[in-house]
């Protein structure tokens, strides 16, 4: 039987097809949180005075929907493993490959990079030299940067579009050269919803789309496994009447 393994898999965009940068979970952690949270309508939109607040069980949007867990990294199991690339990473530089495309995913992509440095800095120019100088006023535009599109991948059932909201790694052991060997990294994932994606298409097209499509597999998967309870229902009626 073979053991699936979690994973977290980015797109790196490029000019031609984005490519994805997998991180597949070495150990599976053994629990693993799962919390929703229900939008309230009353916080994010209260009514203007003098209007209805309409029907009071309506809601603005998606459940809220986020993951924690803890995942092991150990280069020793690498090397034992004897995989061409993971070995020789292992040997190489312990863990630090498998850190680094984790700590990536919370860099903003999108956009020429040059392009950013140089808006922020002529941003930041004129601020200083201010606005007296001249009588026409300028304004600034400093593009937008955004996350990766990452897919956290668990079985079969669950894929689902993320966004890294928390990453503490906590490194134990190293070799003679300071690379760490063993890792335990502690991740909180934020769902992305179908109407953020659906804003991320200026910037990434392709990977929105992606995200969208995992988002309404997962959801539809969900639905029918609700339906199916449905005979556990029946079931647990004909115990109580």
Do not use: C
């Not at 898999?9 to 490029?14: E, K, L």
């Not at 969208?212 to 109580?240: D, F, H, K, S, W």
């Amino acid at each position: 039987m073979t053991l699936l393994k979690g994973a977290l898999v980015s797109f790196t965009p490029t000019f031609l097809v984005p490519l994805p940068n997998i991180t597949v979970f070495q150990f599976n952690p053994e629990t693993m949180t799962h919390t929703w949270s229900q939008p309230d309508r009353a916080a994010t939109a209260a009514p203007s005075p003098g209007t209805q607040s309409g029907n009071p069980q309506a809601v603005p949007g998606m459940p809220g929907e986020e993951f924690s867990l803890t995942i092991v990294f150990d280069s020793n199991q690498d090397i034992e493993d004897q995989i061409p690339v993971s070995a020789q990473l292992g040997e190489v530089s312990g863990v630090y490959a498998r850190l680094a495309a984790l700590e990536m995913m919370l860099y903003p992509v999108g956009g020429n990079d040059m392009s950013n440095l140089l808006g922020q800095a002529s941003a930041a120019i004129s601020g200083l030299t201010g606005a007296s100088t001249t009588s026409t006023t300028t304004t600034t535009t400093v593009p937008d940067s955004t996350v990766p599109v990452v897919l956290f991948v668990w079985g079969a059932f669950r894929i689902v579009p993320v966004r890294i909201t928390g990453l503490t790694i906590n490194e134990k052991l190293y070799d003679e050269i300071l690379n760490p060997t063993h890792a335990e990294v502690q991740l909180r994932l934020r769902v992305l919803t179908p109407a953020e994606l659906d804003a991320a298409k200026t910037s990434q097209k392709v990977l929105s789309e992606l995200g969208v499509v995992a988002y309404t597999y997962t959801l539809g998967v969900r639905q029918v496994g609700a339906l199916a309870n449905l005979g556990n229902a029946l079931v647990g009626l004909a115990e109580i009447l």
